[in-house]
């Protein structure tokens, strides 16, 4: 199971976009309103989330994701439900996902320290050390993966598919 956390403020690109893509590769997603059933995005987007944060079997989780936006992420810092729930996946082995500002929360965490990733221009010296640089779309480092923005919704997506179920089935998501 993908556990998409949605905090009040999220950048509906960067959330309903891998969504998306994880689905039409058979993968089993929820959104997870972090304030309630229904949130609003950064643009005023109204998402009713699959499940409440209370919600959360920990058990069945196979990958979180992390969508960006500063109030999303505000949301989710100021959460400790959602951060334990981000640690527990990062300390039982899960893959670990975040876009855009997402990754600082990552940082919070001790996630990306001495680990490659990338997140919104600007950001970088937020994640620890090292790095990569803001050029990267999308960096994947073993369990964690990390994109820069909204504009790289897509590949982060992909990414995602083709850490779950492999390359080849995120090549035929793009040719479909």
Same mark, same amino acid.
């Not at 199971?1 to 403020?9: A, D, E, F, N, R």
């Not at 899960?94 to 500002?101: N, Q």
């Given at each position: 199971?993908?556990?998409?956390?949605?905090?009040?403020?999220f950048?509906?690109?960067?959330a309903?976009?891998?969504?998306?893509?994880?689905?039409?590769?058979?993968?089993?997603?929820?959104? +997870?309103?972090?304030?309630?059933?229904?949130?609003?995005?950064?643009?005023?987007i109204?998402?009713e989330a699959?499940?409440?944060?209370?919600?959360?079997?920990?058990?069945?989780l196979?990958?979180?994701v992390?969508?960006g936006?500063l109030?999303? +992420?505000?949301?989710?810092?100021?959460?400790?439900?959602?951060?334990?729930?981000?640690?527990?996946?990062?300390?039982?082995g899960?893959?670990?996902?975040?876009?855009?500002?997402a990754?600082?929360?990552l940082?919070?965490?001790?996630?990306?320290?001495?680990?490659?990733a990338?997140?919104?221009?600007?950001?970088?010296?937020?994640l620890?050390?090292?790095?990569?640089?803001?050029?990267a779309?999308?960096?994947v480092?073993?369990?964690l993966?990390?994109?820069?923005?909204?504009?790289?919704?897509?590949?982060f !997506?992909?990414a995602?598919?083709?850490?779950?179920? !492999?390359?080849?089935?995120?090549k035929?998501i793009?040719?479909?």
């Open positions: 199971m993908v556990y998409v956390l949605l905090g009040t403020g950048e509906e690109v960067e309903i976009t891998p969504v998306d893509l994880l689905r039409r590769a058979g993968v089993s997603v929820a959104t +997870v309103g972090i304030n309630g059933k229904v949130v609003y995005g950064s643009h005023g109204g998402v699959d499940l409440e944060l209370g919600q959360l079997d920990l058990t069945a196979d990958m979180i992390l969508p936006g109030k999303g +992420v505000a949301s989710i810092r100021a959460s400790q439900a959602a951060m334990e729930a981000v640690r527990f996946a990062w300390e039982n899960k893959y670990t996902a975040a876009i855009c500002a990754p600082t929360v940082a919070d965490l001790g996630i990306t320290q001495g680990r490659k990338t997140c919104y221009p600007g950001f970088e010296p937020d620890g050390t090292p790095y990569a640089t803001d050029t779309a999308v960096v480092d073993g369990r993966i990390t994109a820069a923005s909204a504009g790289c919704a897509v590949p !997506g992909l995602l598919v083709a850490a779950l179920k !492999g390359r080849e089935v995120a035929q793009v040719i479909r």
